[in-house]
């Protein structure tokens, strides 16, 4: 005949039993209670302020609260015969520095389409030794024109005139000073917006 155990001791056991199954589950279990946080993609959207960008010498910039798709935006007015160039903030360099294969996209408007100039490079990133270039396929609308560049070897980057290897572009990007976005299209005077620039 089984002895009837005191009341305190049933509820221990029972307490014990309860969590038999939740010391049993494996990691993978786990994870269904405990998820890391996914990384997010990198994003300068311009809805504040100009979040670090400027423009070159070649061009007066400025930030504009509205305009921008939606929101606010950076923009340029032509200054000099000289093609001009959104500069890209230190977050964005800093975040560069492990982009190999990674996408860049942004966008870009223009206040007029006559006149277009083809022959300047629309990306162009740089480690103050080695300089990278690439061409979009085509200049932006006078709407919001998104674009997409790979961060790698297969995407049409140049070494001056020969195809970057991929050693360049990890190189580059690894000890990044510098990475502009061609921001003027147009013979003659002209403005130019950016909007939305990501890494992701």
Request: glycine content about 8%; aromatic content about 10%; overall charge neutral.
């Amino acid at each position: 005949m089984f002895k009837q155990l005191p009341k305190k001791s049933s509820k221990r056991i029972a307490l014990v039993y309860s969590l038999l199954p939740l010391l049993s589950m494996s990691c993978q279990d786990f994870s269904t209670f405990i998820r890391p946080q996914a990384s997010l993609p990198f994003l300068e959207n311009f809805e504040t302020d100009s979040q670090g960008w400027t423009v070159n010498a070649a061009a007066k910039g400025g930030y504009s609260k509205t305009g921008g798709n939606p929101g606010g935006y950076l923009y340029g007015i032509d200054k000099s015969t000289d093609a001009w160039f959104f500069m890209a903030s230190d977050s964005l360099l800093h975040a560069s520095k492990k982009g190999y294969g990674k996408t860049l996209s942004f966008e870009l408007e223009q206040d007029a389409v006559d006149a277009q100039a083809t022959t300047s490079d629309d990306v162009v990133m740089s480690d103050g030794v080695i300089t990278l270039t690439y061409n979009t396929s085509c200049n932006p609308s006078t709407t919001w024109t998104a674009y997409s560049v790979k961060l790698d070897e297969l995407s049409g980057w140049k070494n001056e005139k020969k195809a970057a290897t991929k050693a360049d572009i990890q190189q580059v990007l690894g000890h990044l000073t510098s990475l502009k976005i061609r921001g003027e299209f147009r013979f003659g005077p002209d403005r130019g917006g950016l909007d939305n620039v990501s890494l992701k």
